[in-house]
């Protein structure tokens, strides 16, 4: 059971309301992680700005599905991953890159650096040695792509963090464990 229940849209008002509505024009339903952050408008605004401004940089929309895929796996955030599998389906990323990007590997060496990079911050909490640096550089990585990997992974883990601590119920479908 949700430990908060997701606002109710149609009785939503003002900026969030406005913020419900432009998530509705944009996906055709308002997730209910998004109507759960709604209960401040801070909140939501603080996800929305953050993935507004990762859109538009140098990574990827497949690339960043894919590193909020290895964050939600690390971060054991079932709501997450259901709906970055229904994302990244979407964006034609099949059953075994999906997969791959959920144990952090690519057959793609760039994005396999960028999801080794991504996984290392979860893991280590942030705290990247210089070799880390020096891999991801060695495998081609730019300031720009390090920078914004770092970015993503902090939005995911916000939202993985939100999602598990309120226990949002999944409107997605749900996906199977991993294999060990």
């Known amino acids: 059971m949700a430990r908060l229940q997701p606002v109710n849209h149609s009785e939503s008002t003002g900026t969030t309301r406005e913020m419900l509505d432009g998530i509705k024009t944009k996906l055709g339903m308002v997730p209910n992680l998004m109507r759960t952050f709604a209960h401040s408008p801070a909140t939501l605004q603080f996800f929305l700005s953050g993935s507004q401004a990762l859109a538009g940089g140098v990574l990827s929309p497949k690339v960043r599905e894919q590193i909020d895929l290895r964050v939600s796996q690390i971060n054991g955030c079932d709501y997450c991953l259901a709906a970055h599998t229904m994302l990244a389906k979407s964006l034609k990323l099949y059953e075994g890159q999906i997969l791959d990007a959920r144990r952090g590997k690519s057959e793609d060496p760039k994005t396999n650096a960028i999801l080794a990079l991504a996984g290392t911050l979860v893991e280590e909490r942030g ?34 963090y939100f999602a598990v601590a309120s226990q949002v119920e999944l409107d ?6 991993l294999n060990a």
């Open 172 to 177: 997605f479908p749900k996906v199977e464990a």
């Open 127 to 160: 705290h990247l040695s210089n070799e880390d640096f020096a891999r991801a550089r060695l495998a081609g990585l730019s300031d720009a792509e390090i920078s914004e990997t770092i970015a993503a992974v902090a939005l995911k883990t916000f939202t993985n």
